[in-house]
């Protein structure tokens, strides 16, 4: 026994962290580390996952016999755990069984549970799980103390709280406790565990501190304690730049300062409760967040030793349930005292405003649901309140999307791009934190998910930050999935063959055919398609055409001249296999379309209007401009009333009347949205709003969902998750099994199959600056100077040495934006050796040109 208060340590483990046998064999090993280090632990957990739940489904229930479903449900998986550790349940538990029966049938009897019920029956989470847990840790030798948690922390009053808050999200003291130590000492116990989420009030009363507010209890701990360090303990290696389970390309923030990691969990990320940050950091107690399932990953630390230097977007948070709350003055607020007025009202409703932002005629303030729990029920006498100083509307269903950082002001001219895309977004509201730390947007909440995805790829995927940040959640846990996530490329596979390549052909792009036909078959398994269409404009090449053929693929076409090419390469295609889909075509590639009987697709009324005696009695497609865009860059995006793609949706009655009037079948319907997009379930929305329009054109067959499927073109990147697609289209033909579903990828089929390879010619160092030199550039590829596109750069030759420079990667073109890649970081490159740039196989070769006269780089099938 130490018996020295001054090296307590706090862990703390959350419900997914204690609900399994191989979990709980981590954490006793942890638990001996730590003794055999010399410190003294107190261990605060949380009930098992899934638990409170559980427990809050049993206050809402009025009806008995549900709720002695739940009931046995929480039972049960209490025993199953038990049973794996070796214990009995109903042996250890009947208390608190029992106590949960008695409850639960009071509160369905009389309908409705006071706050201090219950506040008792959530706080039984955590008191059976852990009379579980420390049964388990003492069968395994370790000889720990159980507390009530209860008996150690108090909660305080609050002026202004409401009753609710006070025994469901209350607050404690957050001083060092002198008595708490002496009496530990006095005990002598060197490994104490207790409940999280659970204490008493004055009268010794059970309340609880708020969903989540296990991680606060241990926080409190700590500052009793005066730990040396906090330990949480979770199902994630860490806090990331955005929720990993919702962005699998999320990196680990491997420090944060303690201001950092507040605006972090105060905008939302759920790993740390908000509340927890505040204890440790009045004591400097330094807080670690760990991975459970790994306890040897590095994880994430929170202290007050983080230098303040990078300016830098850290992490994209989103938080949901947002209320918004707009206030109408007609210039009244500029009066003295009207906000005072306004928030007065606030106040006496309990209500804490998060964010505010003003115009001449309106104050818009946000509530944050955490803080607010209590607002539906005084909804109704807040609204009569406030409506007597102004005219007021709730706004509902809204998340707050924040860029969290720092410096955020002296960089956001760096984020023009990002903020394209809130080109087609309603923002109703946006702020900047005096701190400087963050910067919220508050959006409709089904826009939320999106628009974290299109910021996070477009911040901090592309960012070249390398102090900051660790590798992805799935550089991490690909090593914990059998790999699947972050699959070898087939090129590493290939290495000798393409620097023989490299040497004897110069500049090359290389494609794997053996890729590509997996990939098809990957698409084919999109098994609600009726059709696939290659759209050849991506790579138009005759080798892989002939594949795609032969796996009876079909091709969409953009211009006549790509119909001319598909029919030459295949003069027996079925023409039912050619989609030709122009955008502002001449007249005569019209008429030649229909000779050539492939469908032909007009995404013009114009066509109709001028030339309708070339469509008589036609079988034809229109193109439907769904009313928004989706995509990587603006360039791509081609929905939405800035594109100029595709029929406006108000112009197509007028489009009825003329195919009516001059016997004109619209047989298919057609929209593509843009590329690059990962969001599953975008294809079955566009086919709703299809099979919507068809409801005009009785004689609609076929539905074209378009292209886009997003590639993950870096390793930075999320994958698209086909089976979701799949999903998605498949609830979309049961309800609509009349129609025929088409779908037409095209940078999906090529773009890793490919690669590009070019030696290297000459090095230089201006500076903090290197420039390695290639022999080809934008000539060859035109990506990254058009669209800012990211691709994976390595010096093939050197693929086993430490990648050391960070570097320019550029080719001879004379233009400054002639840059194949930038800050990339590659082993010191010499003269003649093979640089390989990866994801080539789309939109590569084919807008290559000859620019300075200089060849682009030929193509090899291999
Ligand atoms: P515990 O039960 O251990 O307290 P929580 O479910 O409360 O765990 O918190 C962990 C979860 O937080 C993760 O599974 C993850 O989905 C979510 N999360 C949200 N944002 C982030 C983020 N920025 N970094 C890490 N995890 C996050
Ligand atoms: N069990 C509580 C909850 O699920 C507290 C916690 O786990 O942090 O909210
Ligand atoms: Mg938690």
Known sequence: ?????????????????????????????????????????????????????????????????????????????????????????????????????????????????????????????????????????????????????????????????????????????????????????????????????????NSNKTVVLGRGGSD??????????????????????????????????????????????????????????????????????????????????????????????????????????VILVSMETLGMWQQVGFLADAFDVFKQYGLSIDLVSTSDSNVTVSLDPGANTHFNEIRDEFVDDLNELCRVEIIESTSAVSLLGRHIRTILHQLGSAFEVFQEHEVYLVSQAANDLNFTFVVASDQADR??????????????????????????????????????????????????????????????SDHITETVDNVKGLESLDQLFYAIKANDNEELLKIFYEKGLGFECVSIGEVEYVLDQFPDIDRERILFTPNFAPRSEYEQALQEGVHVTLDNIFALQEWTGLFEGQDIFLRIDPGHGHGHHKHVRTGGVNSKFGIPRFELEEVKSIVDEHNIRVKGLHAHIGSGIKDPESWKRTALVLAEVAQQFEDVEYLDVGGGLGVRENEMQSVLPLGEVEQGLSEFKKAFSQYKLWMEPGRYLVATAGVLLARVTQTKG????????????????IRPALYGSHHSIVNLSRIDEPATQISNIVGPICESGDKLGIDRLLPESQEGDVVLIANTGAYGHVMSSTYNMRAPAREIVI
Not at 770 to 776: A, H, L, S
Request: hydrophobic content about 35%; proline content about 3%; aromatic content about 6%.
């Open 766 to 781: 201006k500076g903090k600056i290197r420039y390695v030199g290639v022999e080809t550039g934008m000539n060859s590829l």
């Open 451 to 512: 628009l974290v995805q299109q910021l996070h790829e477009q911040v901090i995927s592309k960012s070249s930050a390398q102090v900051s940040f660790g590798p992805t959640w799935q550089q991490i846990n690909g090593s914990h999935s059998d790999g699947a996530p972050y699959k070898d490329t087939w090129w590493k596979g290939k290495r000798e063959t393409l620097i023989q390549l490299a040497e004897k052909e110069g500049p090359a792009y290389v494609y794997d």
């Open 1 to 201: 026994m130490t018996n020295n208060s001054h090296n307590w340590i706090v862990l703390k483990f959350g419900g997914t962290s204690v609900s399994s046998l191989s979990n709980w064999q981590n954490i006793t090993s942890i638990l001996q580390d730590k003794l055999s280090e010399g410190y003294r632990v107190c261990l605060v957990h949380s009930a098992l996952s899934g638990i409170s739940n559980k427990l809050e489904e049993i206050i809402d229930l009025s009806s008995t016999d549900e709720s002695e479903t739940v009931l046995e449900e929480i039972k049960q998986q209490h025993r199953d755990l038990a049973n794996d550790l070796g214990l009995d349940a109903d042996e250890l538990l009947s208390g608190e069984f029992e106590e949960l029966e008695q409850l639960s049938r009071g509160v369905a009897l009389l309908e409705e549970a006071g706050y201090h019920v219950q506040a008792r029956i959530m706080a039984l989470g955590e008191l059976m799980s852990t009379k579980l847990g420390v049964a388990y840790v003492k069968s395994q030798g370790l000889d720990a103390e159980w507390k009530d948690a209860r008996m150690l922390l108090k909660s305080i009053p609050v002026e202004n709280a409401s009753e609710k808050s006070l025994v469901l999200s209350a607050i404690c003291d957050t001083s060092e406790d002198k008595e708490l130590q002496q009496q530990l000492d006095e005990e002598g116990h060197d490994l104490i565990l207790t409940q999280g989420f659970i204490a008493s009030d």
């Open 216 to 321: 606060v209890s241990a926080s409190y701990f700590a500052a009793k304690l005066n730990a040396e360090r906090l330990e949480i303990w979770t199902d994630v290696p860490g806090m990331f730049s955005c929720n990993p389970h919702a962005i699998p390309s999320a990196r680990l923030l491997k420090h944060l300062s303690y201001a950092e990691a507040q605006e972090i969990a105060t905008n939302g990320a759920k790993v740390l409760h908000p509340r927890c940050i505040m204890p440790a950091r009045v004591h400097n107690i330094p807080i670690q967040i760990k991975w459970t399932q790994d306890p040897e990953q590095e994880g994430t630390t929170i202290s007050s030793a983080v230098a303040d230097d990078e300016a830098l977007v850290k992490a994209i948070s989103v938080r949901d349930n």
